[in-house]
């Protein structure tokens, strides 16, 4: 009983926003006051099994326990307070930063290669796996990684789903909308780096259904652990 209460108890205040390090600290306190309260009632000649159920009684409801932690708004997360920036706004913007310093990095590298791509040749079929190998970390591997960490985050701080969901969506509309090319031909006519974000008639429904299987990467996982432990916390 006592174990599952407290695991309970640790659960309600991560709801509540309490940030984690003071989280831990309000459960080793509240852990460490039932323990001296069980130590007073078998020295009042209770049994082991008495002492422990008049402790939790004294200790009183993990309702009203809950209470007292989330009064005091210097123990909520930052993450709790301003959720729209943790989970809509930084990704988008890690997302950005991320494409557009991997794409300059590999300018840089491009530049300092332009002597030696001038003396070779690159099959066409070379040329186009370097093509598909950026669309895909830029347009897949980037916005995935973002989400995931998102999804991580936000079920470990427990923060409404709208929040994260609003974030993994607009940036995978985002990412569906953003055009990139980056070819090596070698010769006289070495390279080629191109992007761009724009919506067309004939183009628009494929995008959609790429933000829509981008984004069901993460939501879906995200959306079955958040069940599994709402269950869990039920039984």
């Not at 599952?4 to 509240?30: D, K, M, P, S």
């Not at 080629?192 to 984004?215: F, K, N, V, Y």
Request: net charge positive; proline share 5%; glycine share 6%.
């Amino acid at each position: 009983m006592g174990e599952q209460r407290f695991e309970n108890l640790r659960e309600a205040l991560l709801r509540t926003g309490v940030a984690g390090r003071q989280l831990r600290r309000a459960l080793v306190e509240i852990e460490a006051h039932f323990r001296h309260l069980v130590d007073e009632e078998r020295a009042h000649g209770q049994t082991d099994q008495e002492a422990r159920i008049a402790a939790h009684r004294r200790l009183g409801t993990n309702a009203t326990l809950v209470l007292s932690y989330a009064a005091r708004p210097e123990l909520r997360a930052w993450s709790r307070r301003w959720p729209a920036v943790w989970f809509v706004i930084l990704p988008l913007i890690s997302y950005i930063v991320i494409s557009a310093a991997t794409l300059a990095v590999t300018l840089i590298i491009a530049d300092q290669m332009s002597p030696y791509l001038y003396t070779i040749h690159l099959s066409p079929q070379l040329t186009a796996r370097i093509d598909l190998s950026a669309r895909l970390v830029l347009l897949c591997i980037f916005p995935i990684s973002v989400f995931a960490t998102v999804a991580v985050f936000a079920y470990r701080r427990r923060v409404a789903l709208r929040w994260p969901l609003s974030g993994i969506a607009l940036t995978s509309v985002l990412a569906s909308l953003i055009n990139v090319t980056l070819k090596f031909t070698g010769g006289p006519t070495p390279g080629e780096i191109g992007g761009g974000i724009g919506i067309s008639p004939q183009t628009l429904p494929a995008q959609l259904m790429r933000a829509a299987i981008l984004a069901s990467l993460a939501v879906i996982p995200l959306w079955i652990a958040v069940r599994r432990a709402r269950s869990y916390n039920a039984i």
